[in-house]
């Protein structure tokens, strides 16, 4: 056991904490699934850049198979009934997966930034052999930097309960705290730069920014730093107030529980992933549109059709003046065609 942790009397988190992250189960199944379904099936050609958002759909799968067992965990308030080992592993694949969506947030902001600001760079012209192999030298760099939580025991004693926590709330933790707070701020200079540049890049070139490809970068590059900020801030801020106040705060109730939820923003990065995918090309929205309600779906060809008096199948679209004539035909045609590209 790591020793005895702070008896924190009250049930809040596990009042809280159990709902956000059953809906973080299921929205970020559900979207997530959509976009590796699309990924794998729909997606005709790939690039670089989509490589980059599948190994980001990869690391948010990773959450999905932890997110059962901590719901479990702050059902039962805080008791871990699965013992040392899958403790560990739990908290490894809990940390891989806030460094690898952080990681390919950041790759993909960055991505975005050579293809915008900088077009004619050497970047913009490497193979997808080449973007996986840089893929794969990021996920060696994010498993060897949270490898340590593998090597470790957390398990602690509280009270009659032994709890499974990656951070001992008595003092600082130091290399958990110092990767938890790099992973933040590092890529948040990344993205803001990338960010700005992409904007004022945008801006400058004002005949091109009323077409729809520019505003489509735009509105991207504002997803991608809006889901960082939202998912990741706010449990960085919640440390860092617990390490600047810890001989006061160590074992305050109200700083445990704004820890932990702070901590369900950074699971909610699976949810709010798939609006990254959406953004990223035209590709994502018509999959999408693919795995949509069949009663949603337009109607047939053949629901719109009436009959001329000699029996001939013809569109409501045409005249009855056309009827008829090769002006009706192309039109009946050209209808079809329409309702089968939508």
């Known amino acids: 056991m790591n020793g005895t942790c702070c008896l924190i009397k009250g049930n809040v988190i596990s009042q809280v904490m159990p709902p956000l992250l059953g809906l973080a189960f299921v929205l970020g199944a559900l979207g997530n699934g959509l976009a590796l379904c699309g990924f794998c099936f729909h997606m005709k050609s790939w690039k670089p850049s989509t490589i980059y958002l599948f190994n980001l759909a990869v690391a948010d799968f990773l959450l999905m198979v932890c997110l059962p067992f901590r719901t479990d965990y702050y059902w039962k308030n805080r008791k871990w009934v699965f013992e040392d080992v899958p403790c560990r592993v739990v908290l490894f694949m809990l940390a891989t997966n806030r460094a690898g969506s952080i990681v390919f947030l950041t790759v993909v902001a960055v991505d975005r930034y050579f293809k915008v600001v900088r077009p004619h760079h050497t970047l913009n012209t490497i193979s997808n052999r080449t973007a996986a192999c840089i893929a794969c030298a990021l996920w060696a760099t994010v498993i060897v930097g949270t490898l340590y939580l593998l090597t470790e025991n957390h398990l602690c004693v509280q009270g009659s309960t032994v709890s499974c926590e990656s951070f ?51 509105r991207f590059i504002i997803v991608v730093a809006a889901v960082f900020v939202i998912c990741y801030l706010p449990s960085v801020s919640a440390r860092l107030y617990f390490l600047w106040t810890v001989s006061s705060s160590a074992c305050d109730g109200s700083v445990h529980v704004a820890l932990h939820v702070t901590l369900s923003f950074t699971y909610m990065n699976s949810m709010l992933d798939p609006l990254v995918y959406y953004f990223s090309s035209p590709s994502f929205p018509k999959v999408y549109t693919k795995f949509k309600i069949w009663g949603l779906r337009p109607k047939r060809p053949r629901e719109s059709k009436t009959q001329n008096p000699e029996g001939i199948p013809t569109s409501k679209t045409c005249s009855k003046s056309c009827m008829g004539t090769e002006n009706c035909s192309r039109s009946h045609t050209d209808v079809q065609w329409d309702l089968q590209t939508l």
């Open 168 to 218: 001992i709330m008595e003092s600082a933790n130091g290399w958990h705290d110092i990767m938890f707070q790099l992973e933040f701020f590092l890529p948040l200079g990344i993205i803001c730069f990338c960010s700005f540049n992409i904007i004022g890049s945008l801006r400058q070139r004002r005949q091109l920014t009323r077409q729809t490809r520019m505003k489509k970068a735009t």
